[in-house]
Structures are given as structure tokens and as C-alpha cells.
């Protein structure tokens, strides 16, 4: 089953609120089951309720994390999309632990049955935390 631009863009608004309502079950609603996910960490985790398991903690206790939307792209055809976003959340790195941190990033999202079954995420080497540019890997 493919989707449309419009059911593709309108599954995507919904997600993307689901994020930032920190609602896992909705999160995870538009994963396929069989779903892998690439973290910009180079973490991978197959499969819909490993993903859920993974993130549980994160959802529960998440410092108010928010995703905000920059850009997409959307191939019908192939049934991808990519889109560019801006993450605010308190820093997992280490050294700033807890400090507001701002992330940008881009995700490479494939569909297969309407659900998202590959998830690639890729995220520049230089975070804003606490109004400071970091660089996190020397070049």
C-alpha cells in the first residue's frame, strides 16, 4: 500500500506532534513492525517493540525534549522522505549533562505498507548548549 504526498505529509504532522507530546504509543503507531532504526550515534535497533522498549525511559522521563520541523522533502514514488529538524532537549553529553542543548539534524525516513521501516538520522558534530557551540568530534 502506498500513500500519497498528501497521506504521507498528513501521517508525518501527526507524528512529528506525537514526538512532541512525548506520546510513545503514537510515536511508534507509524513504525512498521519490522521497522530499523539508525541513531545518529550509529546505534541500530530492529523491530517495533524493541524501538518502544529502547525509548520507554526516554519518553518517560523526557526533560521536555522538543522536535522542531525545518524541511521535507517527499518522493511518492519511492515512497521516502527526508526532513531537517532542530532538537532541543537537557544534553546527554558528557561534560554538560542536563544543560539545554539545541541539535540539528536530518532524517532519512523509508516507507513500506504506510509505516516508516528504515530510519537513518544523521546530526551535526556542533550542538549549541547553553547558548555555547560545541564541537563534539575533532576534525
Same mark, same amino acid.
Given at each position: 500500500?502506498?500513500?500519497?504526498?498528501?497521506?504521507?505529509?498528513?501521517?508525518? &504532522?501527526?507524528?512529528?506532534?506525537?514526538?512532541?507530546?512525548?506520546?510513545?504509543?503514537?510515536?511508534?503507531?507509524? @513504525?512498521?513492525?519490522?521497522?530499523?532504526?539508525?541513531?545518529?550515534?550509529?546505534?541500530?535497533?530492529?523491530?517495533?517493540?524493541?524501538?518502544?522498549?529502547?525509548?520507554?525511559?526516554?519518553?518517560?522521563?523526557? *526533560?521536555?525534549?522538543?522536535? $522542531?520541523?525545518?524541511?521535507?522533502?517527499?518522493?511518492?514514488?519511492?515512497?521516502? @522522505?527526508?526532513?531537517?529538524?532542530?532538537?532541543?532537549?537537557?544534553?546527554?553529553?558528557?561534560?554538560?549533562? *542536563?544543560?539545554?542543548?539545541?541539535?540539528?539534524?536530518?532524517?532519512?525516513?523509508?516507507?513500506?505498507? *504506510?509505516? $516508516?521501516?528504515?530510519? &537513518? =538520522?544523521?546530526?551535526? =558534530?556542533?550542538?549549541?548548549?547553553?547558548?555555547?557551540?560545541?564541537?563534539?568530534?575533532?576534525?
Amino acid at each position: 500500500m502506498n500513500l500519497s504526498r498528501t497521506e504521507i505529509l498528513k501521517q508525518f &504532522n501527526t507524528w512529528l506532534i506525537a514526538w512532541n507530546e512525548h506520546d510513545l504509543d503514537g510515536v511508534i503507531e507509524f @513504525m512498521h513492525d519490522d521497522v530499523v532504526f539508525e541513531n545518529w550515534d550509529d546505534s541500530i535497533i530492529s523491530g517495533k517493540i524493541p524501538l518502544q522498549r529502547s525509548w520507554s525511559t526516554w519518553f518517560r522521563n523526557h *526533560g521536555n525534549f522538543k522536535f $522542531i520541523f525545518e524541511d521535507i522533502l517527499i518522493d511518492e514514488a519511492a515512497q521516502k @522522505m527526508t526532513f531537517t529538524w532542530k532538537l532541543q532537549w537537557p544534553s546527554p553529553e558528557k561534560n554538560y549533562f *542536563g544543560k539545554q542543548e539545541k541539535r540539528r539534524g536530518v532524517d532519512i525516513l523509508y516507507l513500506k505498507e *504506510g509505516k $516508516i521501516y528504515k530510519k &537513518n =538520522t544523521y546530526s551535526k =558534530t556542533t550542538l549549541e548548549i547553553d547558548s555555547v557551540i560545541v564541537r563534539m568530534c575533532a576534525v
